[in-house]
């Protein structure tokens, strides 16, 4: 998850990201509108990384991979405005600036990894306290620390077994075929 950042020559763990975001944002797009009772999506931003971060101040990698999915759909810009925090934190994020209340509808967020979830909370927390009615986040990964499983559950086959399913819709949970989403 961590090698299409740390090399734009990675085409390799680029490809994964961009094919596994088509999934997700066109393939299943009609499903994270059911999910959202109808409501398709206003706007879309992706989470920034905080202040001190290496990229701090420079357009994140995964912005430039959601763009060509998210075409005709505005973009609304967070800014880092704290340091990274394993919790949820209000001080982390802001919008980058007004945004008419129409884009503000059904915002989606897109974070390429939850590890406490503290960053995506705290960036969909900056969203809402701007009046956002919806915020759905989207994190394409769930980073885990086996030794951390293995203290709850002896048996780290279960963290370490699931594999990407093409079937499967990150929206709905299941399984379902793709003609449901057409």
């Known amino acids: 998850m961590y090698d299409y950042k740390a090399s ?19 393939v299943h797009r009609k499903c994270l ?10 706007a879309w931003a992706t989470v920034p990384s905080t202040q001190g971060a290496p990229r701090d101040n420079q357009r994140h990698p995964l912005n430039a991979l ?3 999915y998210m075409a005709g759909i505005p973009e609304i810009k967070l800014v ?5 925090a394993r919790r949820l934190s209000l001080d982390t994020f802001a919008l980058a600036e007004e945004y008419n209340q129409s884009l503000l509808q059904h ?7 939850w590890v ?4 995506v909370l ?3 927390a900056a969203i809402k306290q701007r009046k956002a009615l919806t915020v759905t986040a989207f994190c394409i990964a769930r980073i885990i620390n086996l030794d951390f499983c293995h203290q709850i ?3 780290t086959e279960l963290f370490t077994s699931a594999r990407y399913e093409q079937s499967y819709c990150p929206w709905l949970g299941k399984p379902h075929s793709l003609q449901e989403c057409l």
């Open 153 to 155: 559950c002896p048996d």
């Open 80 to 84: 880092p405005t704290g340091s990274k």
């Open 122 to 124: 705290s960036a969909a």
């Open 8 to 26: 734009s020559t990675n085409t390799e763990a680029i490809n994964v990201l961009k094919y596994m975001l088509m999934h997700a944002l066109i």
């Open 107 to 113: 915002v989606l967020l897109i974070d390429d990894s």
């Open 33 to 42: 509108v059911k999910l959202c009772g109808g409501r398709d999506v206003t």
């Open 66 to 68: 959601v763009y060509p």
């Open 116 to 119: 406490t979830g503290g960053t």
